[in-house]
């Protein structure tokens, strides 16, 4: 399927456990980038990347890691999971920093 | 700090037309963003101004002054399906983008 995915939807993890979020983008973009949102907040920033094997941390980076090997992956890791851990998480891509970012639909983790 | 300001929800009827306003204060500009994201779906997106002025597109525009750090939605003849939450971004020196935490609009027949 053309576009971009997230899996999986939806996410029910215990406290301490290691979880992966993909997420894969068809086009090509060179950007990509992990944001979490939770109520009351903006989309805040976790990480981001320029292209492939460039990573950078964004505005809350604690707890999690990225990788990106191949321009169309760019999973998020959470090392051990922790109950602020609980949120929304969003993909998304973008072919430059100032240009539209098109967003997957989402994963709902919560952390028990 | 950087910092985004908009509503934290307004209510307008069928019909009618309503404008969100978004302030920001950023290190640096290079734009400024408007999503639309309905309730458990992703943001999507409406419009990008990087200069001064409005931009139209169909029965929505935006409007961006960067003198005053400030930016408007304006949106017409509103339908049922724009009842959603208003996404306000902007783009600060690093090419980081800073949200707003987003109004949400109610539409009321």
């Known amino acids: 399927d053309a576009g971009i995915t997230q899996s999986p939807r939806y996410k029910i993890t215990e406290t301490g456990r290691q979880v992966t979020l993909m997420c894969h983008q068809t086009?090509?973009?060179?950007?990509m980038f992990w944001y979490r949102q939770d109520l009351g907040h903006g989309l805040r920033l976790i990480y981001y990347?320029?292209?492939?094997?460039?990573?950078d941390k964004g505005e809350v980076p604690d707890g999690y890691v990225v990788s990106r090997s191949k321009t169309e992956n760019f999973p998020l890791t959470l090392e051990s999971a922790t109950r602020s851990q609980t949120s929304v998480y969003f993909c998304?891509?973008?072919?430059?920093?100032?240009?539209?970012?098109?967003f997957g639909q989402g994963t709902r983790l919560t952390v028990v | 700090g950087q910092n985004i300001d908009q509503p934290t929800e307004m209510t307008a009827t069928e019909g009618a037309i309503v404008q969100i306003n978004c302030t920001y204060q950023t290190s640096g500009f290079n734009g400024l963003f408007w999503y639309q994201q309905h309730a458990g779906e992703a943001p999507t997106f409406l419009s990008y101004n990087v200069l001064d002025g409005l931009e139209e597109k169909g029965r929505f525009s935006s409007f961006l002054s960067r003198s005053k750090g400030y930016s408007y939605l304006l949106l017409k003849e509103l339908q049922m399906k724009d009842s959603a939450s208003y996404l306000c971004a902007a783009l600060d020196s690093n090419y980081q983008l800073i949200w707003g935490a987003g109004t949400k609009l109610i539409i009321k027949p």
């Open positions: 998304a891509s973008s072919v430059a920093e100032n240009t539209e970012a098109f």
């Open positions: 990347s320029a292209a492939a094997d460039i990573t």
């Open positions: 086009w090509s973009h060179s950007y």
